[in-house]
């Protein structure tokens, strides 16, 4: 009742198109939501996005949910997500994706998201990948985490280590921290977006060891074709 008035007053507005929000609608109008430039990438094999990664990691799929553009929906929603204090927009792209994916068989056991660096998570106070996370869990019921993986500060020096570990530190940013939680299990790890796949191979790198089922998926990417 409350925020049907507070609505009135200051009418929400769809961060796709700035029009005012109707009852029933969050951050999206329907309209935009129609017209998201959607990839489909979950139903193609040997896309774009897998193709990224061809030779690099060994990956069952890769797919991302929108296509971004500079200057486009995507880009504005992404924005809203990480530097509009909107932690709800990753959650909605993530509960429509998850529809995407239900509809087409793809139910992974666990959903990680790539950590974010732990400055940049003070800063923001989330991590926009693990809302992603977090709603395509919601939808699909598995489970989501981000205590899995970490991400080593930039500072963390390598002095202390052994000679074998500097040697296997060389490079790993990220680190598996629960290795049993995710061990044989079919994993979805996600980032919000996926432009060389550097950032998440990297990552994929540290949790193919323990399962050989991983599948990579973000919001968007950008894929020059
Ligand atoms: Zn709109």
């Known amino acids: 009742m409350l925020q049907s008035f507070?609505?009135?007053?200051?009418?929400?507005?769809?961060?796709?198109?700035?029009?005012?929000?109707?009852?029933?609608?969050?951050?999206?109008?329907?309209?935009?939501?129609?017209h998201l430039p959607e990839t489909n990438y979950h139903l193609q094999v040997n896309n774009p996005v897998e193709k990224?990664?061809?030779?690099?990691?060994?990956?069952?799929s890769a797919y991302s949910f929108l296509s971004f553009k500079k200057q486009g929906i995507v880009q504005r929603l992404l924005h809203d997500l990480k530097?509009?204090?909107?932690?709800e927009v990753g959650e909605l792209l993530g509960m429509m994706y998850?529809?995407?994916?239900?509809?087409a068989g793809i139910f992974p056991e666990i959903v990680l998201a790539v950590p974010l660096h732990p400055k940049k998570l003070k800063?923001?106070?989330?991590?926009?990948?693990?809302?992603f996370a977090k709603g395509i869990s919601s939808v699909l019921g598995c489970k989501h985490s981000d205590h899995i993986i970490i991400?080593?500060?930039a500072t963390e020096t390598q002095t202390r280590k052994s000679?074998?570990?500097?040697?296997?530190n060389v490079g790993r940013v990220f680190e598996v921290k629960k290795p049993e939680l995710v061990f044989n299990k079919k994993i979805l790890l996600v980032d919000d977006v996926i432009t060389t796949g550097a950032t998440i191979e990297a990552c994929a790198q540290t949790i193919i060891p323990?399962?050989?089922?991983?599948?990579?998926?973000s919001i968007a990417c950008v894929v020059y074709q």
Do not use: M
Not at 98 to 103: D, F, G
């Open 98 to 103: 998850a529809q995407r994916l239900a509809t």
């Open 6 to 34: 507070i609505d009135l007053l200051f009418p929400q507005l769809c961060i796709g198109c700035n029009q005012s929000l109707v009852f029933g609608e969050k951050h999206l109008c329907t309209d935009c939501i129609l």
């Open 151 to 153: 991400r080593k500060r």
């Open 83 to 87: 530097y509009g204090n909107n932690p």
């Open 52 to 60: 990224i990664f061809w030779g690099r990691i060994p990956i069952v």
């Open 210 to 217: 323990f399962t050989n089922s991983l599948s990579i998926g």
């Open 123 to 131: 800063l923001r106070g989330y991590n926009q990948s693990e809302c």
């Open 163 to 168: 000679r074998f570990a500097r040697w296997e």
